[in-house]
């Protein structure tokens, strides 16, 4: 059986959504399934990768920059996988300046909320797909709380907060468990009549091991 992945990502710090597709993971080939919305753009690592027109990808001595609607979203290095977000760059981390708990209700978390012509958009491509194609569907996004929040807190900064700020990490997880669970729920009201698996997860993971200890993991991620 042939499979066809649909990565989703919405990003509220630019309010603008785009959708890119790895097609075979079988063989690498590109199935022509899209529409006028998408381009094809090679990735650094060879494969041929459908783009939203939105995405402007432009490329540098090192790498590759992506700007969304004019707007700079990340950067690829050339021997690289993905694009990095800018909290990487230090140049947009929301949350850096957060001190406490009621300082976190002057953030936009609603801006998190996958919007309703996004998830349409989506909804309709995926139909296409399950009418007019041999392969099983499966639906990828990144429904994480640990990576999320490292982009909106920094790295540094967020294991700190695990450590030594118990009540605030507490609440910043709280806050976007709401968002995640409400955009579950619109994924899976659009696609489930046509998208066999929808997964998703986090990263708590580096080249040498876990981010943080198991029992880290139970205290603020296991029950939620």
Do not use: C
């Amino acid at each position: 059986m042939m499979l066809l992945m649909l990565i989703g990502f919405w990003s509220p710090w630019r309010h603008t959504p785009y959708i890119y597709r790895f097609v075979s993971v079988v063989d690498g080939s590109l199935k022509e399934v899209s529409d006028r919305e998408f381009y094809i753009w090679r990735a650094p690592y060879g494969v041929d990768v459908e783009m939203s027109k939105y995405v402007e990808i432009v490329e540098e001595t090192d790498g590759f920059i992506a700007y969304i609607r004019g707007k700079l979203f990340g950067k690829i290095p050339r021997n690289g996988y993905y694009f990095w977000g800018l909290d990487r760059w230090k140049q947009l981390i929301p949350l850096a300046d957060v001190k406490t708990v009621d300082d976190l209700k002057k953030f936009d978390w609603d801006s998190y909320r996958v919007p309703d012509d996004y998830v349409d958009v989506l909804g309709r491509r995926a139909e296409y797909l399950y009418e007019n194609t041999d392969y099983a569907l499966y639906f990828g996004w990144a429904a994480v709380l640990h990576e999320t929040i490292q982009s909106l807190r920094g790295w540094d900064r967020w294991l700190s907060d695990l450590r030594v700020r118990r009540p605030l990490a507490e609440a910043i997880i709280d806050n976007l468990f709401e968002v995640l669970k409400y955009n579950v729920e619109k994924y899976v009201n659009a696609l489930k009549d046509f998208v066999q698996v929808i997964g998703f997860g986090d990263d708590f993971g580096t080249e040498e091991g876990p981010q943080i200890s198991v029992q880290t993991f139970r205290e603020f991620y296991k029950h939620r």
